[in-house]
C-alpha cells in the first residue's frame, strides 16, 4: 500500500478553511447590518481562519494530485474537525459562548447538523452570531466536502474518493456521469429550497433575519433556532410552521428525487421505494401520535407557548406531525414538549430516532433504505429456511442487492447500534440517569438534538461535564459521517504502509 499523501491532505485542510472563511463574512455583513457589538470579533475570526488555510495550501502547494481511499477518509474526519476547530472562533472572540469545551461542543452540533445547544438564553446572543451558528448548520447540511468536490477540479484534483467517504450510504444516485456535476445540481437545489422558503415564512409573517435563520437550519435538518421556544414561539401562527413542516419533508428526502420532480419526471419518484416507505412512515406515525394526543394529552400543558389556535384537533394533528417530522428527518425543530405526551409516546417517539430520513438528504439516522433492506433480508431469510435450495435475493428498486451490500448494512447497523449502547454507558457512567443516558446517546449518534430527561425538549446540554459534551461531540461525528468514515481510521491496520 502506498504511504500517505500527507501533502494533499493539509492542502484541502487549508481550501476547506479558506470556505470557511469565506462563509464567516457573511456573519461579519449580518452583525455590521445590525450593529450588535461583534463585528470587529467577527472579522477578526474570518481573517484568522483565511490567513491559517492560505499558510496551509501554499506551504503545500507542491503536491501530487493523487487521492486514494485512505487519503478521502482522512481529509473527510479532520476535515470536519478542522471546520468545527474554526469555525468556534467566533464564539469565542465574541465571548458569546464561553470556554472551550462548550465552543466546541455548539459547533461540531452545528456542521454535524444535530442541533443540540448549550446555550441556555438564545435570544440574548449577538445576531451576527446567531446568523453564523445557523450557517454551520447549513455548510453541514449537503457536505462541507460536496462543496469542496465542485472546486477540487478547477485545482486538478479528483474527487470521487471523498464523496465517497463523505456519503458511505447504500444510495449511490448520481444526477450526472461527473461527479463534481452532481455536487453542483445538489448544491443548486438545497440553495433555491432555502431561498424558496425563506421568502414564504416572510410572507407568513416571520421577520427576515428569523426566517432566513430557520430556512438554513430546516433545509440542513439541524434545528439551531433564533429563540429561546424554537418554532412553538410561532405557535399562534400555524401556516409558519406548515411551511416549515413541508420544507422539512423535502430535507429528508433524497435530493436526488427532488431533481427529478423538478424536473418534471415524477415517474421517478412514484417507483422509488424509499420514498414510498418514507412517507408512509410519517403519515403512520403521524396518525397513531395524532390521535393519542387527542385522546389522552392535554396540548395546552405540553406546548411551550400559545397552544391552539385553529382547534383541538387541528393543534393535536399539527404538533403530531410537526414532531414526527422534526425527528425522523433529524430536524430537532420543537413546537411542543412530546415528553408529556403519554408514556406509550415517549418511547414511541423514542424508537423514532432510529430510524431517520432518506439516504442522500441532509438528515441523519440509520435511514429509512436500511430499514427497508433489514426488513427484507429478514423476510428472505425466513423463506430460505423453509426453501433452503431456493435462489431467494434480497430485491430493491426491483433488482436484486448485491450480498455485498446486503452484509455492509447488516455491519453498519450491529455498529451504529453498538455505538448506540457504548455511548449510553459512557453518559452513564459520568453519573447521568438512566432516560437521559439513552436519550443523549440517541440523540447524538442519530444527530437529532433534543432528547429526553434532563436533555429534553425544553431543557438543553449545558449541564453535562465536560467529558460528557465531548463524548457527545465524538458520537456527533461518527453520526453524521455514518461511522465506517470516522472509525475506520482508529483500526491500526488503516495506518500500516503495506
Same mark, same amino acid.
Given at each position: 500500500?502506498? %504511504?500517505?499523501?500527507? *501533502?494533499?491532505?493539509?492542502?484541502?485542510?487549508?481550501?476547506?478553511?479558506?470556505?470557511?472563511?469565506?462563509?464567516?463574512?457573511?456573519?461579519?455583513?449580518?452583525?455590521?447590518?445590525?450593529?450588535?457589538?461583534?463585528?470587529?470579533?467577527?472579522?477578526?475570526?474570518?481573517?484568522?481562519?483565511?490567513?491559517?488555510?492560505?499558510?496551509?495550501?501554499? =506551504?503545500?502547494?507542491?503536491?501530487? *494530485? %493523487?487521492?486514494?481511499?485512505?487519503?478521502?477518509?482522512?481529509?473527510?474526519?479532520?476535515?470536519?474537525?478542522?471546520?468545527?476547530?474554526? /469555525?468556534?472562533?467566533?464564539?469565542?472572540?465574541?465571548?458569546?459562548?464561553? /470556554?472551550?469545551?462548550?465552543?466546541?461542543?455548539?459547533?461540531?452540533?452545528?456542521?454535524?447538523?444535530?442541533?443540540? =445547544?448549550?446555550?441556555?438564553? &438564545?435570544?440574548?446572543?449577538?445576531k451576527g452570531v446567531l446568523f453564523w451558528r445557523s450557517l454551520t448548520h447549513w455548510i453541514g447540511g449537503m457536505g462541507?466536502?460536496?462543496?469542496?468536490?465542485?472546486?477540487?477540479?478547477?485545482?486538478?484534483?479528483?474527487?470521487?474518493?471523498?464523496?465517497?467517504?463523505?456519503?458511505?450510504?447504500?444510495?449511490?444516485d448520481k444526477l450526472k456521469p461527473r461527479i463534481t456535476d452532481t455536487a453542483k445540481r445538489l448544491w443548486l437545489i438545497y440553495v433555491g429550497f432555502t431561498f424558496s422558503e425563506t421568502v414564504l415564512l416572510k410572507v407568513a409573517g416571520?421577520? $427576515?433575519?428569523?426566517?432566513?435563520?430557520?430556512?438554513?437550519?430546516?433545509?440542513?435538518? #439541524?434545528?439551531?433556532?433564533? *429563540?429561546?421556544?424554537?418554532?412553538?414561539?410561532?405557535?399562534? =401562527?400555524?401556516?409558519?410552521?406548515?411551511?416549515?413542516?413541508?420544507?422539512?419533508?423535502?430535507? /429528508?428526502? @433524497?435530493?436526488?428525487?427532488?431533481?427529478?420532480?423538478?424536473?418534471?419526471?415524477?415517474?421517478?419518484?412514484?417507483?422509488?421505494?424509499?420514498?414510498? $416507505?418514507?412517507?408512509?412512515?410519517?403519515?403512520?406515525?403521524?396518525?397513531?401520535?395524532?390521535?393519542?394526543?387527542?385522546?389522552?394529552?392535554?396540548?395546552?400543558?405540553?406546548?411551550?407557548?400559545?397552544?391552539?389556535?385553529?382547534?383541538?384537533?387541528?393543534?393535536?394533528?399539527?404538533?403530531?406531525?410537526?414532531?414526527?417530522?422534526?425527528?425522523?428527518?433529524?430536524?430537532?425543530?420543537?413546537?411542543?414538549?412530546?415528553?408529556? $405526551?403519554?408514556?406509550?409516546?415517549?418511547?414511541?417517539?423514542?424508537?423514532?430516532?432510529?430510524?431517520?430520513?432518506?439516504?442522500?438528504?441532509?438528515?441523519?439516522?440509520?435511514?429509512?433504505?436500511?430499514?427497508?433492506?433489514? &426488513?427484507?433480508? /429478514?423476510?428472505?431469510?425466513?423463506?430460505?429456511?423453509?426453501?433452503? @435450495?431456493?435462489?431467494?435475493?434480497?430485491?430493491? %428498486?426491483?433488482?436484486?442487492?448485491?450480498?455485498?451490500?446486503?452484509?455492509?448494512?447488516?455491519?453498519?447497523?450491529?455498529?451504529?447500534?453498538?455505538?448506540? &449502547?457504548?455511548?449510553?454507558?459512557?453518559?452513564?457512567?459520568?453519573?447521568?440517569?438512566?432516560?437521559?443516558?439513552?436519550?443523549?446517546?440517541?440523540?447524538?449518534?442519530?444527530?437529532? #438534538?433534543?432528547?429526553?430527561?434532563?436533555?429534553?425538549?425544553?431543557?438543553?446540554?449545558?449541564?453535562?461535564?465536560?467529558?460528557?459534551?465531548?463524548?457527545?461531540?465524538?458520537?456527533?461525528?461518527?453520526? %453524521?459521517?455514518?461511522?465506517?468514515?470516522?472509525?475506520?481510521?482508529?483500526?491500526?491496520?488503516?495506518?500500516?504502509?503495506?
Amino acid at each position: 500500500m502506498p %504511504r500517505l499523501n500527507f *501533502k494533499i491532505i493539509l492542502y484541502i485542510m487549508g481550501l476547506l478553511l479558506l470556505c470557511n472563511g469565506g462563509f464567516m463574512l457573511l456573519s461579519v455583513i449580518v452583525s455590521w447590518y445590525y450593529n450588535d457589538g461583534v463585528t470587529l470579533e467577527l472579522f477578526s475570526s474570518s481573517l484568522l481562519t483565511l490567513i491559517i488555510g492560505t499558510l496551509l495550501m501554499f =506551504t503545500t502547494r507542491n503536491h501530487s *494530485k %493523487r487521492i486514494d481511499k485512505r487519503e478521502g477518509y482522512i481529509i473527510v474526519t479532520f476535515g470536519w474537525i478542522f471546520m468545527a476547530l474554526s /469555525g468556534m472562533i467566533p464564539y469565542l472572540l465574541s465571548e458569546a459562548i464561553p /470556554g472551550f469545551t462548550n465552543a466546541f461542543f455548539e459547533t461540531m452540533s452545528g456542521y454535524t447538523t444535530t442541533g443540540s =445547544t448549550v446555550l441556555s438564553d &438564545i435570544e440574548i446572543v449577538p445576531k451576527g452570531v446567531l446568523f453564523w451558528r445557523s450557517l454551520t448548520h447549513w455548510i453541514g447540511g449537503m457536505g462541507i466536502i460536496v462543496l469542496a468536490i465542485a472546486i477540487l477540479p478547477l485545482l486538478g484534483i479528483g474527487g470521487m474518493q471523498l464523496f465517497a467517504a463523505e456519503a458511505p450510504g447504500p444510495s449511490a444516485d448520481k444526477l450526472k456521469p461527473r461527479i463534481t456535476d452532481t455536487a453542483k445540481r445538489l448544491w443548486l437545489i438545497y440553495v433555491g429550497f432555502t431561498f424558496s422558503e425563506t421568502v414564504l415564512l416572510k410572507v407568513a409573517g416571520m421577520g $427576515w433575519f428569523d426566517a432566513v435563520n430557520h430556512s438554513l437550519s430546516t433545509l440542513s435538518t #439541524g434545528g439551531f433556532s433564533t *429563540k429561546n421556544a424554537s418554532l412553538a414561539y410561532w405557535n399562534d =401562527t400555524p401556516i409558519i410552521q406548515y411551511i416549515v413542516i413541508v420544507f422539512m419533508f423535502l430535507a /429528508g428526502m @433524497n435530493f436526488v428525487m427532488s431533481y427529478f420532480a423538478l424536473k418534471g419526471k415524477f415517474s421517478r419518484l412514484l417507483q422509488d421505494d424509499e420514498l414510498r $416507505w418514507y412517507f408512509v412512515f410519517i403519515t403512520g406515525f403521524t396518525i397513531i401520535a395524532s390521535v393519542l394526543v387527542y385522546l389522552f394529552a392535554d396540548v395546552s400543558i405540553s406546548s411551550i407557548a400559545h397552544p391552539m389556535v385553529w382547534g383541538e384537533a387541528e393543534s393535536s394533528f399539527r404538533h403530531s406531525l410537526f414532531q414526527v417530522l422534526a425527528i425522523i428527518t433529524t430536524t430537532g425543530f420543537v413546537t411542543a414538549d412530546y415528553t408529556l $405526551w403519554t408514556p406509550f409516546l415517549t418511547i414511541f417517539f423514542f424508537g423514532m430516532f432510529f430510524l431517520g430520513g432518506s439516504a442522500g438528504s441532509t438528515s441523519g439516522g440509520v435511514k429509512v433504505v436500511r430499514h427497508l433492506i433489514l &426488513i427484507r433480508n /429478514g423476510i428472505t431469510e425466513f423463506k430460505r429456511t423453509l426453501h433452503p @435450495n431456493a435462489i431467494l435475493p434480497v430485491r430493491y %428498486r426491483q433488482k436484486a442487492i448485491p450480498k455485498e451490500i446486503v452484509f455492509n448494512i447488516l455491519g453498519f447497523f450491529i455498529l451504529y447500534m453498538l455505538a448506540f &449502547i457504548i455511548g449510553a454507558i459512557g453518559l452513564a457512567a459520568l453519573g447521568l440517569d438512566f432516560e437521559t443516558a439513552i436519550g443523549g446517546a440517541a440523540t447524538s449518534i442519530g444527530n437529532i #438534538g433534543p432528547a429526553f430527561g434532563d436533555l429534553g425538549p425544553v431543557n438543553n446540554f449545558n449541564g453535562l461535564p465536560n467529558f460528557g459534551k465531548w463524548w457527545c461531540s465524538f458520537l456527533m461525528l461518527i453520526g %453524521r459521517l455514518e461511522l465506517f468514515t470516522v472509525l475506520i481510521i482508529l483500526t491500526p491496520f488503516f495506518w500500516r504502509n503495506r
